[in-house]
């Protein structure tokens, strides 16, 4: 079974820009979870996704969306990028209910210049 | 809040000796699992072991295994006959909102994290 997969791996942006980031859950998982891992912050929980809708979502800025669609594939889009946002951005699927376990994917490294 | 402490940021073991790194966690909630997490210098997320806290029995895979005290919030993990591979960074969490189907407050929280060096 294939594991998560995350596109792009690495991205360079500069301050203002937009940037969407894409997830592809492994087959059957309907979850999806988001997570920002900075040298200073650790990993912090973005939001997660469950059959299309956003179920819980953590301490962010507006900036910082998301959304899933009906193959749970997943994307989350960051507007307005600041030099803070520079991090690696890790999607993470599960069968809820099922060991709970969350799968991770490679990450995408977004570095804002 | 709820919070994960790991209280050493950095732990060294001889290869071939046992580790064991620390994890206490804080959570209103009576129904959640804990993992620990291991992450490479390639930045793969990998799981190393997860226990149900509805469990006694605490849990064990291979050389890894873990010391749950549910009264005290601790979750220690224990690495015997330790392997140059099991160098990477280590993160305790915990997920909540683990009811039928999940729930909306689905998530994993992380502690700060344990780099392990393994001295050959």
């Known amino acids: 079974k294939a594991g998560v997969t995350q596109t792009p791996r690495y991205l360079i942006k500069t301050r203002g820009q937009q940037v969407t980031l894409s997830c592809s859950p492994i087959?059957?998982?309907?979850?999806v979870s988001w997570y920002q891992q900075t040298p200073g912050q650790g990993l912090q929980f973005l939001f997660e996704y469950f059959s299309e809708t956003q179920r819980n979502k953590g301490n962010f800025p507006g900036r910082f969306s998301g959304r899933q669609f009906s193959n749970s594939r997943s994307e989350m889009n960051v507007s307005t990028l600041e030099l803070g946002d520079s991090a690696l951005y890790l999607c993470?699927?599960?069968?809820?209910?099922?060991?709970?376990?969350?799968?991770f994917g490679p990450g995408t490294r977004l570095t804002v210049l | 809040a709820q919070t994960v402490t790991q209280s050493q940021p950095e732990m060294s073991v001889q290869e071939a000796e046992t580790v064991t790194l620390s994890c206490t966690y804080d959570t209103s909630e009576s129904d959640y699992y804990l993992f620990w997490y291991k992450q490479p210098p390639s930045r793969q997320m990998i799981l190393v072991i997860r226990q149900e806290a509805y469990k006694q029995q605490n849990a064990t895979e291979n050389r890894f295994s873990v010391n749950f005290q549910k009264a005290a919030k601790s979750f220690s993990l224990k690495i015997s006959d330790s392997q140059l591979g099991d160098a990477a960074m280590y993160f305790c969490?915990?997920?909540?909102?683990?009811?039928?189907?999940?729930?909306?407050?689905?998530?994993?929280?992380f502690g700060k994290g344990t780099l392990l060096t393994v001295n050959p």
């Open positions: 993470a699927s599960s069968f809820v209910g099922r060991g709970n376990e969350q799968f």
């Open positions: 087959s059957g998982h309907r979850s």
């Open positions: 969490a915990y997920i909540t909102g683990v009811g039928q189907g999940g729930g909306s407050n689905y998530k994993l929280t």
